[in-house]
């Protein structure tokens, strides 16, 4: 075998390798990432006017950050990136305390069709 031949069969197999290096790339597994508390409109909806703080964290959870300077409001935030959309999906819900109990609610939580369940029956094969 020449030297040239040499050469052409090592650029080859470098041409090879950097395909196959391409290819694999692509099957990479990407996770979500998610941060927070997942906020959906039917949880949120469920919080009244005159609920306790023990009810509030039933239903949503541990505040981002509780307490601090500010102890009668609680903040709800969830962050939720997936690879097939385009924009993460961002939701905030700020409850407002008054003499330890619910005074008031702002929310940006509005229902994501995306989540809901099937309810239709799916019939299995063979049956």
Same mark, same amino acid.
């Given at each position: 075998?020449? !030297?040239? #031949? !040499?050469?052409?069969?090592?650029?080859? /197999?470098?041409?090879?390798?950097?395909? /196959? *290096?391409?290819?694999?790339?692509?099957?990479?597994? +990407?996770? @979500?990432?998610?941060?927070?508390?997942?906020?959906?409109?039917?949880?949120?909806? #469920?919080?009244?006017?005159?609920?306790?703080?023990? &009810?509030?964290?039933?239903?949503?959870?541990?505040?981002?950050? @509780?307490?601090?300077? &500010?102890?009668? *409001?609680?903040? %709800?935030? %969830? %962050?939720?990136? *997936?690879?097939?959309? &385009?924009?993460?999906?961002?939701?905030?819900?700020?409850?407002?305390?008054?003499?330890?109990?619910?005074?008031?609610?702002? !929310?940006?939580?509005? /229902?994501?069709?995306?989540? +809901?369940?099937?309810?239709? @029956?799916?019939?299995? @094969?063979?049956?």
């Amino acid at each position: 075998m020449t !030297s040239m #031949q !040499s050469n052409i069969s090592r650029a080859a /197999g470098m041409l090879l390798l950097a395909a /196959g *290096l391409a290819g694999a790339a692509g099957c990479v597994y +990407h996770m @979500p990432i998610q941060q927070g508390n997942h906020l959906d409109a039917a949880t949120v909806a #469920q919080i009244k006017t005159g609920m306790t703080r023990a &009810q509030v964290r039933y239903l949503l959870g541990t505040p981002m950050v @509780p307490g601090g300077f &500010q102890n009668d *409001l609680w903040d %709800y935030d %969830y %962050y939720l990136k *997936l690879r097939h959309l &385009q924009h993460p999906r961002r939701n905030h819900v700020v409850v407002y305390f008054r003499n330890d109990l619910v005074d008031h609610i702002e !929310s940006d939580v509005k /229902g994501n069709p995306a989540e +809901h369940v099937i309810t239709k @029956p799916v019939n299995a @094969p063979g049956a």
